[in-house]
């Protein structure tokens, strides 16, 4: 086993290599006719320096940026030859590649952000924090109660930006000596108000249900993922009746590290193809696109594992049942909307269309997440959010140039 180990590693490092090695290619003959940015013309930047593997991250804050960007000019930094051209296929605003450290110099010098925003918590993010004359906020990728949600990294920022009262006290019991009143401002999720794509599937009876699976983890304390436990009983219950409709989204890590996890997802896969086969006017959906919203905002019930899916589909206010981790080390914190929360265990998976059944008539359940999504997000009337993350960040310039003008600057 350890030596076929060493060989499947061995195998996907040098796949890496050559993807790598394609994708500096492809960037340097597309870099020339990229427009330069104007000196002191941008400034937010949006620092990522993740893989295109991560790219779901940044995706979701476009249509946010875009808007901002009327009027604060945005920038979104990348580090990695695959991100930035995938970056200047999809971005809405300009894109900066800053590969060397050199490179974000020189980005750093010619344009002077008055805020980086940061959208995860890559170690590299550190190469851009040693910068001081700009607001360094955590803007993160999505809301939940996973443990990624509490850790100490969120004091190396100036301020984030949280999702609502439940991220106020899920840091505030987490953190020791952060002042969370301070050091945070809420502002929903304005992601909602932009939720992306077409419905790819004709409006008629059947029940859709979205099932959106996380991946398998790196460690025992976030194995969350459902795949390999749940997930291949749940899709063929649901696939083999004729009054649903399966929406399969899986996060895009899944089956990374883990053969088996990636079996049980492609056997998902493969059982949608065989049951549009069998029943073309079932329109079963195998979403592995770039776009995030109709799934969410559609879906008549949604299964999600642990991650921030719930939390996306608590703001919608519609049905939802989460699956209960089976590895006995994957750190569940009930303290939240997870004590809360319309369970489903891998020994239920099989009763999974009497559940969604059930779930899209509760009317106690529906009282309960309405509850939940108010103490989660705040109001979620449509535009609220996007207001509360413009008012956020006017708030945070006019610090900058107070403290600017303070200290002799402009």
């Known amino acids: 086993m350890p030596v076929t180990k060493d060989i499947r590693t061995a195998i996907r490092l040098a796949q890496r290599l050559v993807a790598s090695r394609r994708s500096r290619r492809e960037l340097a003959r597309r870099l020339p006719s990229v427009p330069a940015l104007a000196p002191g013309s941008i400034e937010i930047a949006v620092y990522f320096a993740d893989g295109p593997v991560n790219m779901y991250q940044v995706r979701q804050w476009y249509a946010p940026l875009a808007e901002l960007a009327a009027e604060h000019p945005v920038a979104i930094v990348s580090r990695s030859p695959g991100t930035m051209t995938t970056l200047l296929d999809e971005s809405p605003v300009p894109v900066v590649y800053a590969r060397q450290v050199v490179d974000l110099e020189r980005f750093v010098d010619e344009q002077a952000p008055k805020i980086v925003l940061y959208v995860n918590q890559n170690a590299r993010n550190f190469q851009m924090m040693r910068y001081g004359r700009m607001w360094h906020v955590f803007v993160n990728h999505g809301e939940s109660d996973k443990m990624y949600m509490t850790t100490n990294q969120f004091k190396a920022y100036d301020h984030a930006l949280i999702a609502g009262d439940a991220a106020r006290e899920r840091l505030a019991a987490a953190l020791w000596g952060y002042d969370v009143d301070a050091r945070t401002t809420a502002i929903g999720r304005p992601q909602a108000d932009h939720f992306a794509g077409a419905v790819p599937y004709p409006a008629d009876d059947r029940t859709v249900v979205l099932y959106a699976p996380t991946w398998e983890g790196d460690r025992a304390a976030a194995a969350y993922g459902s795949i390999a436990t749940h997930g291949v009983t749940l ?110 265990h891998a020994a239920d998976a099989g009763d999974v269309v009497a559940r969604v059944d059930a779930a899209a008539t509760d009317a106690e359940e529906l009282a309960k997440l309405r509850r939940w999504v108010q103490h989660y997000f705040g109001d979620t009337t449509p535009g609220v959010a996007t207001a509360r993350l413009h008012a956020a960040v006017d708030q945070l310039v006019a610090r900058w140039h107070e403290e600017a003008a303070a200290r002799g600057g402009s």
């Open 235 to 344: 899709a063929e219950r649901l696939l083999a009746s004729p009054r649903h409709r399966l929406v399969y989204r899986p996060h895009p890590r899944s089956g990374v590290l883990d053969p088996t996890y990636r079996a049980a997802h492609e056997r998902i896969v493969g059982a949608i193809t065989t049951a549009n086969a069998a029943d073309p006017s079932a329109h079963h959906v195998y979403d592995d696109g770039p776009e995030l919203g109709w799934q969410l905002a559609d879906a008549d019930v949604a299964v999600t594992d642990i991650s921030a899916m719930i939390y996306d589909r608590l703001a919608v206010g519609k049905p939802l049942i989460v699956t209960r981790p089976a590895a006995p080390g994957a750190d569940v914190d009930e303290r939240g909307y997870l004590g809360d929360a319309n369970w489903l």
